[in-house]
T-cell receptor, first 114, second 115 residues
Framework: AQSVTQLGSHVSVSEGALVLLRCNYSSSVPPYLFWYVQYPNQGLQLLLKYTSAATLVKGINGFEAEFKKSETSFHLTKPSAHMSDAAEYFCAVRASGGSYIPTFGRGTSLIVHP | GAGVSQSPRYKVAKRGQDVALRCDPISGHVSLFWYQQALGQGPEFLTYFQNEAQLDKSGLPSDRFFAERPEGSVSTLKIQRTQQEDSAVYLC?????????????FGSGTRLTVV
């Protein structure tokens, strides 16, 4: 069984400030982890993924995430927020073997203030 | 095609009406997933195909929901006798292989409103 918890349904930051979106996972086997971004009225776009290689993963648009097995976390960060980063962000987990079906979190809405 | 294409983009159905939602995955992608996304929620798994085989349909909420992918490419999600609780965005995703090490590519979704 696998699940994802995203802490905070809304995160508000000022333009230029650090972005931190939290994701904790539960998985009975080594996980693969993903972060997706969804802009209004659009589908989900892959930001980055962890598939058991380097624990610090760099993605598109300046985002990165670190896999911490001891904390069962995969938090998403960006050093400096842009207005264009305002969107909904989803963390997802799936097992590295067996079922290849990803399970998504409930999402975190990132609000960026000028 | 270059991406996953879903049609129609928007669908308004009267309660009790049957609807069919179409997904055109990226050409050659083996795996295809359907998700349901209620307003303000994350995507919830409905069903999964590998080629034409439906390997998992455990997420389909009732027997009113039916999905098929007869030739291993285009997929259709059918909802019979629609209810108001079926109102949601239906997302389709595909991946090149079953293991999906490169992630999943999503379509823009079909927003279904049942009135």
């Amino acid at each position: 069984a696998q699940s994802v918890t995203q802490l905070g349904s809304h995160v508000s930051v000022s333009e230029g400030a650090l972005v931190l979106l939290r994701c904790n996972y539960s998985s009975s086997v080594p996980p693969y982890l993903f972060w997706y971004v969804q802009y209004p009225n659009q589908g989900l776009q892959l930001l980055l993924k962890y598939t058991s290689a380097a624990t610090l993963v760099k993605g598109i648009n300046g985002f990165e995430a670190e896999f911490k097995k001891s904390e069962t976390s995969f938090h998403l960060t960006k050093p400096s927020a842009h207005m264009s980063d305002a969107a909904e962000y989803f963390c997802a987990v799936r097992a590295s073997g067996g079922s290849y079906i990803p399970t998504f979190g409930r999402g975190t809405s990132l609000i960026v203030h000028p | 095609g270059a991406g996953v294409s879903q049609s129609p983009r928007y669908k308004v159905a009267k309660r009790g009406q049957d609807v069919a939602l179409r997904c055109d995955p990226i050409s050659g992608h083996v795996s295809l997933f359907w998700y349901q996304q209620a307003l303000g929620q994350g995507p919830e798994f409905l069903t999964y195909f590998q080629n034409e085989a439906q390997l998992d349909k455990s997420g389909l909420p009732s027997d009113r929901f039916f999905a098929e992918r007869p030739e291993g490419s285009v997929s259709t999600l059918k909802i019979q006798r629609t209810q108001q609780e079926d109102s949601a965005v239906y997302l389709c995703a595909s991946s090149k292989t079953g293991r999906a090490l490169h992630g999943y590519t999503f379509g823009s979704g079909t927003r279904l409103t049942v009135v």
